[in-house]
């Protein structure tokens, strides 16, 4: 022990790390000192006055109870605001300290707003508190970390589980639109360079087989993430695995939680830890990544909201935009026909909520302890109520896991009963600074390119930028890291449904049923989240234009015509199983939710109308 004590002495002689004095007698103090050790870790040593003020002849002992002081080995010491940026730069949080130094007015605004402080200590004590709670420590992300990426992994294997069961018959050999086709037509067009403008591991070959195993070994690598085991690689291959089906899905994956997949997926690989199996040692979370799945999440809430009001869809001035949504959506539940028959005056003001929602709301994801765990609480439980009313695949399981990124493991850990708690205090590992630099650039990047791509121009109208940052961008269009969201800007206010019918002469004919899709009156919609029966989603958006707008429609009709097995098995039911129909047209009905007492009466979910032809009788040449 003596060896010891007289080798720790001898390292303080030598020591040139700055010393920060604060008042030790200060709650408000000792809350922010706690705080900052976190960040800067072993490069600032921390001290109370009260046991170390007469060591600084040159600064008078009453000063240390109105400021803190920031004292380098020579002698030499900055206080207030000064004091607490350079402390703060000696980590990573080196831009506070940068704007102090060279930005105009700054510096003047910081001491003035740390003065202030500083004299109402009390009150902001008190804030303090409200905002953050009595606990000291520094927010860790370790549980937080853990369950978003098991979240993922079950988004994932959905995703990929899904898809493969409808693959074939959507873009197999024989299938709707074939990927085989795509990539021909694309390499006859672009010559030597088409994977960059569509990367793809297609490009080794589309057939059925390959699709399918694409598809299956995606199933089966998100089960290790689900298990933790490998996440970076596990991760990393998904995300290529689920790039190359989108590239080559043309509309059945096309959809904006298709690309938000990609999104968080390619984040989320810098936010796993580094290590293989799950209870090996790892590095804390990527602030840095935090903050960019934050902030994707509210570009998808807040985009959202923006573009309602920005349309001018009068269903949404108006606030009677959910009069029409229950039943319009594209594929309802029995929970969305309850909602629908609740009166006007809900609607109107459940319209107003979610305006709150995604307008205000999203701007707390970015406050302090308890105001972001307010925002997580709130859109979690808006997530629950369009699982709840509507079909929306992943999409919301997806939202869900970004909220959980609002809450630190303290939270969590409440959450969980005692014996099924994981502690990573044995296991944690300080981050090497490259890989800060690293993740940390990659970061500024993305979220700089988000910012001027997606979310500068809903505000401005016109902005140019330069040539280099336009080329960039094209570059990385390709992998879809960065995207465009916002659902529902334009209210549907009818339902029209297509249906296909087939006939041997022309006379008698036979209808086709498909899976989900609103079809028999009396049948209840069902819940067929987190699957998306992309044929069926596919079909309500056909509706809204006509045939010549969707030519794959008739492609698809040809299909059938044709006998294709993997197409008519997207279907609930085949009326011609002995050969395929001669004939073949598409018809528009308009469908209505019943009210509560037609449905009393006769069982009817729906109602409907016959409204035209939506296609001329087609056969093949």
């Not at 240390?64 to 000064?82: E, N, R």
């Not at 390499?187 to 195993?213: C, I, M, R, V």
């Amino acid at each position: 022990n003596g060896k010891n004590i007289l080798l720790r002495d001898n390292l303080n002689i030598h020591d040139q790390r700055p010393i920060l004095v604060y008042d030790g007698a200060c709650g408000f103090c000792t809350f922010w000192v706690h705080r900052w050790r976190h960040l800067t870790e072993d490069r600032v040593i921390y001290k109370p006055s009260q046991e170390v003020s007469s060591q600084y002849p040159q600064i008078s002992p009453d000063k240390f109870d109105s400021a803190i002081y920031l004292v380098y080995p020579d002698g030499t010491y900055h206080s207030g605001a000064k004091g607490v940026f350079k402390a703060l730069a000696t980590s990573i949080h080196k831009f506070p300290l940068w704007a102090y130094e060279t930005v105009p007015g700054f510096a003047k605004i910081s001491e003035k707003a740390y003065d202030w402080v500083a004299n109402n200590r009390e009150f902001f004590s008190l804030l303090t508190r409200c905002i953050w709670g009595r606990k000291l420590d520094h927010p860790a992300y370790y549980l937080t970390r853990r369950f978003f990426l098991i979240i993922l992994g079950m988004v994932y294997l959905v995703a990929f589980g899904s898809l493969g069961g409808q693959i074939e018959g959507l873009i197999g050999k024989e299938g709707i639109l074939p990927a085989q086709s795509l990539l021909q037509e694309v390499e006859s067009q672009l010559g030597s360079k088409p994977f960059w403008e569509l990367p793809t591991l297609f490009w080794l070959g589309a057939n059925d087989e390959f699709l399918k195993f694409i598809c299956l070994a995606g199933s089966s690598i998100s089960i290790l993430v689900i298990f933790g085991i490998a996440p970076v690689l596990s991760l990393s291959v998904l995300w290529i695995f689920y790039l190359s089906l989108f590239n080559v899905g043309q509309k059945f994956l096309g959809f904006q939680w298709d690309t938000l997949l990609l999104e968080t997926g390619f984040l989320a690989i810098f936010l796993a830890p580094i290590k293989w199996w799950p209870r090996q040692a790892e590095f804390p979370p990527s602030q840095w990544m935090l903050l960019l799945l934050r902030f994707l999440l509210f570009r998808v809430m807040f985009t959202s909201g923006f573009l309602k009001l920005s349309s001018g869809d009068p269903s949404w001035k108006d606030l009677s935009a959910l009069l029409y949504h229950y039943e319009t959506q594209p594929l309802p539940t029995w929970v969305g026909w309850y909602m629908h028959q609740l009166p006007q005056w809900f609607q109107e003001y459940s319209v107003i909520a979610v305006f709150i929602i995604q307008l205000v709301v999203p701007f707390l994801i970015f406050g302090p302890g308890r105001i972001r765990y307010l925002a997580g609480t709130i859109l979690i439980g808006f997530q629950f109520l369009i699982i709840l009313t509507g079909n929306y695949c992943f999409f919301n399981l997806l939202t869900l896991a970004l909220c959980l990124l609002l809450f630190d493991d303290a939270v969590l850990q409440k959450l969980i009963p005692k014996k099924w708690r994981i502690s990573f205090k044995e296991i944690r590992r300080r981050t090497p600074d490259w890989e800060k630099w690293f993740v940390g650039g990659l970061g500024l990047g993305l979220f700089a390119v988000s910012m001027l791509l997606y979310l500068i121009p809903l505000i401005v109208n016109r902005v140019s930028y330069p040539s280099t940052f336009i080329s960039t961008v094209e570059m990385i269009r390709p992998f879809h890291i960065v995207n465009r969201y916002g659902l529902f800007a334009v209210m549907t206010t009818s339902r029209p449904e297509i249906f296909l019918k087939g006939s041997y002469d022309g006379k008698e004919w036979k209808y086709y049923e498909f899976k989900w899709k609103p079809d028999k009156l009396n049948e209840a919609p069902a819940f067929v989240a987190p699957h998306q029966p992309r044929l069926d989603w596919q079909m309500w958006f056909a509706a809204l234009s006509n045939y010549e707008r969707n030519p794959w429609l008739i492609q698809f009709m040809t299909r059938l015509l044709q006998g294709s097995q993997p197409v008519i098995d997207l279907l609930a039911s085949n009326p011609f199983p002995e050969k395929p129909p001669k004939y073949i047209q598409a018809v528009v009905y308009d469908y209505w939710f019943t009210n509560t007492e037609a449905k009393e009466k006769t069982g009817n979910w729906w109602r409907r109308e016959y409204k035209a032809p939506y296609t001329p009788v087609l056969q093949l040449p």
